[in-house]
């Protein structure tokens, strides 16, 4: 097994969710409260490490990041628990207090710009240029290759013109 590498910051984190109830890393720690950037850094590796899984619908306190009306919390996995060597405490010290199994969570899905290209060439009406260019922000050269990378791996996007305006789209298989 291989040991993950965590900086000062990861483990300031995770060891302040492990000693919370709800293995929330949100609210930060007095004593990196005034590096919130630095933070957030550290929890977008944590959750690329598996270290931490995002959920979404988190209180305005335990939320680590926002899109658009959704809060997402940042919640310790035992994989997280394992890596900094902290056990759930399982009442055997005599303490009243039980930390819960934290549940087997699935990060949220990760919204990529193709993803999201995607999702807009499966619309009914498919989506025009500068649609798709609007949305992730990519310069039209850079869609259009984003384009004929989906139709290389197999995808069947279309155009037509629809009252002098282009509209691609992902002809639906069946």
């Known amino acids: 097994m291989t040991k993950i590498r965590l900086n000062d910051m990861q483990l300031v984190l995770l060891a302040s969710a492990a000693q919370r109830e709800d293995g929330n ?20 590796q ?3 490490k598996g ?31 394992a890596a ?20 087997q969570l699935e990060p949220a899905p990760r919204v990529t710009k193709r993803s999201l290209l995607i999702d807009l060439l499966k619309r009914e009406g498919g ?8 949305a992730t922000g990519w310069l039209p050269h850079t869609t259009r290759a984003a384009m004929t990378g989906l139709r290389k791996g197999g995808m069947d996007v ?7 305006t282009r509209r691609y789209r992902i002809a639906e298989a069946g």
């Open 127 to 134: 989506a025009t240029l500068d649609e798709m260019i609007a």
């Open 51 to 81: 270290l931490v899984a995002e959920l979404p619908d988190a209180t305005k306190a335990s939320a680590w990041r926002e899109d658009g009306d959704t809060r997402f919390g940042a919640i310790i996995t035992d994989a997280g628990r």
């Open 84 to 103: 900094i060597n902290a056990e759930q405490q399982d009442g055997e010290s005599g303490s009243e207090q039980v930390l819960p199994k934290q549940p």
């Open 46 to 48: 944590l959750i690329r």
């Open 25 to 44: 890393l949100m609210p930060l720690p007095e004593s990196i409260v005034d590096q919130a950037d630095r933070a957030k850094k550290a929890v977008e």
């Open 158 to 164: 279309t155009s037509d013109k629809v009252d002098g």
